[in-house]
Nanobody
Framework: QVHVRESGGGPVQAGGSLRLSCTASGGTQITYDMGWFRQSPGEQREFVAY????????FYGRSVKGRFTISRDSAKNTVTLQMTDLKSDDAAVYYC??????????????????WGQGTQVTVSS
């Protein structure tokens, strides 16, 4: 059983930065693709960022591109999301997710198998 745990959320002022981390443990002989999603109350889960198992392929949601950076340490099955120039619209619960490599589009939540419990990011103006 794979367990996914996020950390690093919290309050931040608009324009500030925050780094989220995600660690996968258990059953991690497979190098999973990893992604970040976020969800605000009453909203659908939104794709934020994706990185493949090798760390060489990444892509981002339109609203965060240029401000967020995803990176990973494949040897440790960890991924970080560096968030800069945070805006009020970035406030949400952020989820880390894992999926088997080579699956369907990495922007679809349905393509991910394992999810963390989420970490709250609050942005104040």
């Amino acid at each position: 059983q794979v367990h996914v745990r996020e950390s690093g959320g919290g309050p931040v002022q608009a324009g500030g930065s925050l780094r989220l981390s995600c660690t996968a443990s258990g059953g991690t002989q497979i190098t999973y693709d990893m992604g970040w999603f976020r969800q605000s109350p009453g909203e659908q889960r939104e794709f934020v960022a994706y990185v493949d198992g090798s760390g060489s392929s990444t892509f981002y949601g339109r609203s965060v591109k240029g401000r967020f950076t995803i990176s990973r340490d494949s040897a440790k099955n960890t991924v970080t999301l560096q968030m800069t120039d945070l805006k009020s619209d970035d406030a949400a619960v952020y989820y880390c997710a894992l999926r088997l490599p080579g699956g369907a589009s990495g922007i679809l939540p349905s393509s991910y198998t394992y999810w963390g419990q989420g970490t709250q990011v609050t942005v104040s103006s």
